[in-house]
C-alpha cells in the first residue's frame, strides 16, 4: 500500500518555464511534507518542505502547494534551469512517526 | 559532501554470499535510517536507529541485520544474497528521534550488485 505517490515517472521541460511536479498521498496523519532532489551518483538532498498546518512555503525559485482537503501536494520551480536536471521525490512524516515516507520518484529534464 | 559515510561505493557478491554496509552520521547526529532503492521503486525505509537502539523497522527481510554501535556509526548486514537484493542502499542521519522538518541527511550510497 503506497501512502505517498507520485504518478508521473518523467517530465520534460524548457529552460525558462515552469515545472510542476505533483504528489498525493493516503495517509491524513502526515503532517510534514518534503520534497528532495537526487542526482546520479549522488544521495537525495532536502529541497523544501511545507507543514500541514500550511498551504504554500516558497524558498526562491521553489514552491511547495499543500492541498490536503485533495491530500495533494505539487513542487513548482519557475524558471526551470538544466541543472534542475533531476529525480525528485516527494516525501511525509507522520505525527510521532520517527520516518519519513517517500514517492517512487519523478525524473525532471529541463532542456535547453 | 552531506557528511553522511557510506562504505563501500559499490560492491559486487555472488547469490548465497553475505555483506556488510557500513555508514557514519553526520557529527552530533544520533539517528540512523537505512533505505533501499530498487529498480522503478521509491526509497523503502528498512530500519531506524536512535542512539543505539532500534526505534522502527520497515519492510527489512529477516536476511538482512543492522546495529548501530556506541560510537554511532551504523552496519547494515545482508545475508544469503539473491539477485532480487541488488540495489541502492541509503544511509541517513538526523539529530533527534522523529525526522525533523527539513527531513534526514542522506549520504552517496551503495550500489549493491548481486550475480
Known amino acids: 500500500d503506497q501512502q505517498v505517490k507520485q504518478n508521473s515517472p518523467s517530465l520534460s521541460v524548457q529552460e525558462g518555464r515552469i515545472s510542476i511536479l505533483n504528489c498525493d498521498y493516503t495517509n491524513s496523519m502526515f503532517d510534514y511534507f518534503l520534497w528532495y532532489k537526487k542526482y546520479p551518483a549522488e544521495g537525495p538532498t532536502f529541497l523544501i518542505s511545507i507543514s500541514s498546518i500550511k498551504d504554500k512555503n516558497e524558498d526562491g525559485r521553489f514552491t511547495v502547494f499543500l492541498n490536503k482537503s485533495a491530500k495533494h501536494l505539487s513542487l513548482h520551480i519557475v524558471p526551470s534551469q538544466p541543472g534542475d536536471s533531476a529525480v525528485y521525490f516527494c516525501?511525509?512524516?507522520?505525527?510521532?512517526?520517527?520516518?519519513?515516507?517517500f514517492g517512487k520518484g519523478t525524473m525532471l529534464l529541463v532542456s535547453p | 559532501d552531506s557528511g553522511v559515510t557510506q562504505t563501500p561505493k559499490h560492491l559486487i557478491t555472488a547469490t548465497g554470499q553475505r555483506v556488510t554496509l557500513r555508514c557514519s552520521p553526520r557529527s552530533g547526529d544520533l539517528s540512523v535510517y537505512w533505505y533501499q532503492q530498487s529498480l522503478d521503486q521509491g526509497l523503502q525505509f528498512l530500519i531506524h536507529?536512535?542512539?543505539?537502539?532500534?526505534?522502527a523497522k520497515g519492510n527489512i527481510l529477516e536476511r538482512f541485520s543492522a546495529q548501530q554501535f556506541p560510537d554511532l556509526h551504523s552496519e547494515l548486514n545482508l545475508s544469503s544474497l539473491e539477485l532480487g537484493d541488488s540495489a541502492l542502499y541509503f544511509c541517513a542521519s538526523s539529530v533527534g528521534v522523529q525526522a525533523a522538518a527539513y527531513g534526514y541527511t542522506f549520504g552517496s550510497g551503495t550500489r549493491l550488485t548481486v550475480v
Open positions: 536507529y536512535y542512539n543505539g537502539e532500534e526505534r
Open positions: 516525501a511525509a512524516r507522520g505525527s510521532g512517526y520517527s520516518t519519513l515516507t
